[in-house]
Nanobody, 119 residues
Framework: QVQLAESGGGLVQAGGSLRLSCAAS?????????????MGWYRQAPGNEREMVAQ???????TYADSVKGRFTISRDNAKNTIYLQMNSLKPEDTAVYYC????????WGQGTQVTVSS
């Protein structure tokens, strides 16, 4: 139905930057589905529960976890069915698998992309 493909993860030193992307597609997916959906980035570190990092509504209202405010920026390009997460001033505690989520009538998840920040 809906597929979400994350990319852009990798290994970076503390203080560095990464930009994650999440592209949405699917057999019943349309641009109007994407533009009317709330999109979000979540992360899960080993031994921890999955947590919300940033969220952007269909009206482009953004919400951030306190731990990333001022460092991360979420954005969306409805023409490309894609969201982004610009991550600056990365810290070792940002190390996790980052997941993209689309929420409309249901919630859909991507497979995740690993982000590793070395000290």
């Amino acid at each position: 139905q809906v597929q979400l493909a994350e990319s852009g993860g990798g290994l970076v030193q503390a203080g560095g930057s990464l930009r994650l992307s999440c592209a949405a597609s699917g057999s019943i997916f349309s641009s109007s589905t994407f533009s009317s959906s709330t999109m979000g980035w979540y992360r899960q570190a080993p031994g921890n529960e999955r947590e919300m990092v940033a969220q952007i509504t269909n009206g482009s209202t953004t919400t951030y976890a306190d731990s990333v405010k001022g460092r991360f920026t979420i954005s969306r390009d409805n023409a490309k069915n894609t969201i982004y997460l610009q991550m600056n001033s990365l810290k070792p505690e940002d190390t996790a698998v980052y997941y993209c989520r689309l929420t409309r009538a249901n919630a859909y998840w991507g497979q995740g992309t690993q982000v590793t920040v070395s000290s």
